[in-house]
Structures are given as C-alpha cells and as structure tokens.
C-alpha cells in the first residue's frame, strides 16, 4: 500500500468512528470498525516500524493510533461486562439456593471471581452517559451496556472488602503491601 493510499485508509477509518460516535458506540458497531480497519492497523505500524520518519506527532497516524488505543479500550469495557454477566448469572443462582453470604459457596465464588473484582474492574464501570473526547470527537458511552458490571462492583466489594469474608485474603493483601512497601523504603 503506497504513502498516499495508506492516508486515504486512514482518513476513512477516522471518519468511520466518528459518524459511529454520532450515533451509538454499541459493542457490535466497535468490533465491526475494528474488524474493517484492522489491516490499515497493522500496514500503518509496519510502516513506521519501517520508517518511524513518517509519524509526525499530531499527524494523522498519531490521530488514528489514539482513536484506534482508546477505542480497543472501550471494547475492554465490553469484554468486562461479559465476565461479569457471567460472574452474576453465577451468583444468583447460588444466592437462590443459600442467601447466607458467608457460605462456603461464596467464598468459592469470590475466589473465582477475585482477579477480576481485584484487577479487571479496580475503578467503578460506566455509569449512566460517559462522554470522551477523543481528537475533538465527543463518543457516548451508555451505562445500560454495563448494567452487569455495575452490580459486580457493588456486590464484589461488599462481600470482599466489607464484610471481609475472606479475611485470609485480605490479611494476604495486606501483608503483600507491607512488604512491597518496605522494599520500596529500602530503595530510599
């Protein structure tokens, strides 16, 4: 693909996400956008790889890498909602057959579901309209497409961080923090 027509691809993919952005950035419009340009992706970063001259910050490659980072990571936010669906569809069916929340049945499924109570979801999902810029675009964001994500956060740090109901692990956190923060004061 020649100079030219690369830009050509580029302005179109731009283009594309932003008259998506207009309407509705649903889960399925993102993985389309992505799936359609995704060989522009990858020509455009052989090509600076190749040549790293021809990334001018600012520019349209530049343009397009940060449309296309920001937008793999809103898909992320989709893929979330997804384990968490799972991780509450779970839930309520072990609720339904012992609501007693300090159960070994919870417990279990706490462990299951620590890494991405812990990790994944550290900050509290999108809720109602979450509106980002991205390159003077405004894209809109639904809280209803994370409705599951939402009440994961809620109930997760309910049951792991105050009702403590599994204590070893978090008398393990805490201990793993002494520690991180002792070999950091020992750097000093």
Sequence with gaps: MEEYRLDLEIKTAINGIESIALLHLS????????????????????????????????????????????????????????????????????????????SICFQVWLLKYEKLGREDLILPPIKGKNIRMINGVMYVLSGKNFKKSIEFYKLFNQLFWVEQILDFRIDAIKMQRRVERSKLKGKH
């Design 27 to 102: 889960k399925e419009a993102i993985e389309k956008w992505l799936a359609i340009h995704y060989e522009t992706w990858e020509i455009m970063k052989w090509q600076v790889a190749f040549d790293p001259s021809i990334y001018i910050k600012g520019g349209l490659m530049d343009t397009f890498e940060s449309i296309w980072n920001h937008i793999n990571k809103i898909m992320g936010h989709f893929e979330i909602e997804a384990k968490c669906e799972t991780a509450m569809q779970e839930y309520e069916s072990i609720f339904a057959e012992n609501p007693n929340t300090k």
